[in-house]
């Protein structure tokens, strides 16, 4: 089944990914590691929003699935 994302989601989402590396973004939806080191700390924000997006994927992606990413991201704490 597909999920209706609702617009305002969708625009908010836009800008987060104009302010936040593209590439570092494709990388993530493909559970590929390589793209913590681009969005720890990245971004505008009192939590930076590069966190939020690696936060926010954490939560939504079965633990199974998110190994790579989530050690990763531990690797990477004390920068943010």
Not at 29 to 49: F, H, I, K, S
Not at 65 to 77: D, E, F, N, Q
């Amino acid at each position: 089944a597909q999920v209706r994302v609702p617009s305002a989601a969708a625009a908010a989402a836009d800008r987060t990914g104009d302010l936040l590396d593209r590439r570092a973004l494709c990388r993530l939806r493909r559970r590929d590691a390589r793209a913590v080191p681009a969005l720890v700390g990245a971004g505008p924000g009192l939590t930076p929003a590069g966190d939020d997006v690696l936060a926010g994927w954490l939560v939504a992606t079965p633990p199974e699935l998110a190994t790579g990413v989530r050690r990763a991201v531990a690797a990477a704490l004390s920068r943010t």
